[in-house]
């Protein structure tokens, strides 16, 4: 019975675009990036890993070194898999371009058939035995989703005055999108569509603007999803068109270190407008850039995480909670 629930929750969410549309882009809501989803989904302000292709798009241009990202995740019971691989490459004049794809999979979905059933009535179906369905699968299915994201991002450097003792306040703006296209499949059904997100990620330093040498940064960040609209058009005799919903994520962060510890402590805050707003909490505490442990909420649902540097590549895990059940996540980070 636990399974058929699960499996019932699974299609829902991974599935829902076959019967109704509001839901349809719920997959690409669980996230990317070990350390964000640690953090409880509080990243659209800090973005500066291979996660900022979804985070934030404007983090990108901010990332001077290469990396290569992936992440893995078994949900639901172990009934689905979800990964995600990312790659950033920055290139000269402070642009950054980069690479994300995200796939949930649910395989081995049982699947009955029920044509024998065709031409027969209620009665029939109750007292005749032979077309009572046997409990035993005519096949099995699998449900896919993917999502691929292709981001470009330009860091601008300036000062603004400020009027304050005759002095400017150094900021970094970066301006990112991303192109998106997304894939979902359940049976022989499949479903396209293709979307658009633009980001922004002010950083300043908040020792010059206090003339406090040891205070550290403040980061803004506003991403907006799905921001000309994105249609899945599915290729059922129907034509059924499903519409993912826009949604406007604003975040802030303090970026403090504290050099006695060798340490930077990273407190950060997250709002998502879609669904009648969500609110992501998340803290990051790093030792002398060799590991790291972090906490987070996402609206009600508690994270945490860890992240270690063991000869070059960041390992990272999160534990993430939700209504469904406990799940992990384990990550890979290289940069270069």
């Keep these: 019975m636990k399974k058929i629930l699960i499996i019932t929750i699974v299609l829902l969410l991974a599935g829902a675009s076959l019967s109704a549309g509001k839901y349809a882009g719920d997959f690409m809501m669980i996230g990317a990036g070990v350390r964000a989803l640690g953090m409880g989904g509080a990243f659209a302000s800090l973005a500066n890993d291979g996660s900022a292709i979804y985070w934030n798009s404007g983090g990108l241009a901010q990332i001077r070194d290469s990396e290569v990202s992936a992440m893995h995740a078994m949900l639901y019971g172990n009934l689905a898999t979800y990964d995600n691989i990312s790659y950033v490459q920055p290139l000269p004049n402070d642009v950054s371009i980069g690479f994300n794809f995200t796939r949930l999979l649910v395989k081995d979905i049982p699947h009955f058939k029920e044509d024998y059933l065709i031409g027969t009535n209620v009665d029939q179906r109750i007292n005749n035995s032979a077309y009572h369905l046997p409990g035993i699968p005519d096949g099995h299915f699998r449900s896919t989703d993917d999502l691929y994201q292709f981001a470009f991002a330009k860091n601008i450097k300036f000062g603004a005055n400020m009027g304050w003792q005759f002095f400017e306040v150094p900021f970094e703006l970066g301006m990112g999108g991303n192109v998106k296209f997304i894939k979902r499949q359940i049976m022989e059904n499949l479903g396209t569509g293709t979307g658009l997100d633009a980001g922004l990620k002010l950083r300043t330093d908040l020792a010059v603007i206090f003339d406090q040498e040891d205070l550290g940064d403040l980061h803004l960040?506003?991403?907006?999803?799905?921001?000309?609209?994105?249609?899945?058009?599915?290729?059922?005799?129907?034509?059924?068109?499903?519409?993912?919903?826009?949604?406007?994520?604003?975040?802030?962060?303090?970026?403090?270190?504290?050099?006695?510890?060798?340490?930077?402590?990273?407190?950060a805050y997250d709002y998502d407008y879609v669904y009648n707003g969500t609110n992501?909490?998340?803290?990051?505490?790093?030792?002398?850039?060799?590991?790291?442990?972090?906490?987070?909420?996402?609206?009600?649902?508690?994270?945490?995480?860890?992240?270690?540097?063991?000869?070059?590549?960041?390992?990272?895990?999160a534990l993430i909670t939700n209504p469904v059940g406990i799940s992990n996540r384990l990550g890979l980070r290289i940069a270069f």
């Design 280 to 317: 992501h909490y998340g803290i990051d505490w790093a030792y002398d850039e060799l590991a790291s442990l972090r906490l987070g909420l996402y609206d009600k649902n508690f994270r945490c995480g860890a992240s270690l540097l063991l000869y070059g590549v960041n390992v990272d895990y």
């Design 221 to 267: 960040g506003f991403n907006f999803q799905d921001i000309a609209g994105t249609d899945i058009n599915w290729d059922t005799p129907s034509g059924i068109k499903d519409e993912v919903l826009f949604n406007t994520k604003i975040g802030v962060a303090v970026e403090q270190p504290i050099s006695r510890l060798k340490s930077v402590v990273i407190l």
